[in-house]
């Protein structure tokens, strides 16, 4: 149990450019989360999947953003036509699946993707 | 919509002494777990403590421990014997207890600095 990867830990780029983030969840675990963190503020919940699906989204999630996870391991979190406002900590977590028993309720952070748009 | 509030945007406190860490929350649903994540320079939360609200008994976890109070809605961190390696953001978290909405809604943090 290697915990949950992110990738890359940071990126800067120029405004209008598409980014792409990568999250490699726990390996059991089903359910995959997307945050997004700016400073001095905690987590705000982005989307989640349960396995390949993906079965909530926040209404942070506009349509410049997308994300999938292809075969219900790692997940890639896009952003197109980037803004000075997506500039954050994007946060990736997992955790088991409903009914896996004691502990599916607490998610497992991966160290974050900070973002910055110039 | 559950809220969750921090009102101490910073505490402080001597090394060895105890701390107290304050947060509020607003729901109408009477199953849910609370939750307080630590958020160390390095970034990654860590999960501190959780609590089930259908238990009266207050969690604790080592040094760690929560003053859980239902119909206040107040959920606190104690901390005992406070450690250098005890700095960090500190976050109280909301996550409903029924399938299907599983996010975790966040507070807007304490910091905590320890003092030598």
């Known amino acids: 149990d290697t915990g949950v990867s992110q990738d890359p830990r940071h990126k800067i780029t120029k405004r209008g450019q598409n980014v792409t983030f990568r999250c490699d969840p726990i390996?059991?675990?089903?359910?995959l989360y997307w945050y997004r963190q700016t400073l001095g503020q905690g987590p705000e919940f982005l989307t989640y999947f349960q396995n390949e699906a993906q079965l909530e989204k926040s209404r942070l999630l506009s349509d410049r953003f997308s994300a999938e996870r292809p075969k219900g391991s790692f997940s890639t979190l896009e952003i197109q036509r980037t803004e000075q406002g997506d500039s954050a900590m994007y946060l990736c977590?997992?955790?088991?699946?409903?009914?896996?028993?004691?502990?599916?309720?607490?998610?497992?952070f991966g160290s974050g993707t900070q973002l910055s748009v110039l | 919509a559950q809220t969750v509030t921090q009102s101490q945007p910073e505490m402080s406190v001597q090394e060895a002494e105890t701390v107290t860490l304050s947060c509020t929350y607003d729901t109408s649903e009477s199953d849910y777990y609370l939750f307080w994540y630590k958020q160390p320079p390095s970034r990654q939360m860590i999960l501190v403590i959780r609590q089930e609200a259908y238990k009266q008994q207050n969690a604790t976890e080592n040094r760690f421990s929560v003053n859980f109070q239902k119909a206040a809605k107040s959920f606190s961190l104690k901390i005992s014997d406070s450690q250098l390696g005890d700095a960090a953001m500190y976050f109280c978290?909301?996550?409903?207890?029924?399938?299907?909405?599983?996010?975790?809604?966040f507070g807007t943090g304490t910091r905590l600095t320890i003092i030598p």
């Open positions: 977590a997992s955790s088991p699946d409903a009914g896996a028993g004691l502990n599916n309720e607490k998610l497992f």
């Open positions: 978290a909301y996550r409903s207890y029924w399938a299907g909405n599983e996010k975790l809604t």
């Open positions: 390996s059991e675990h089903n359910r």
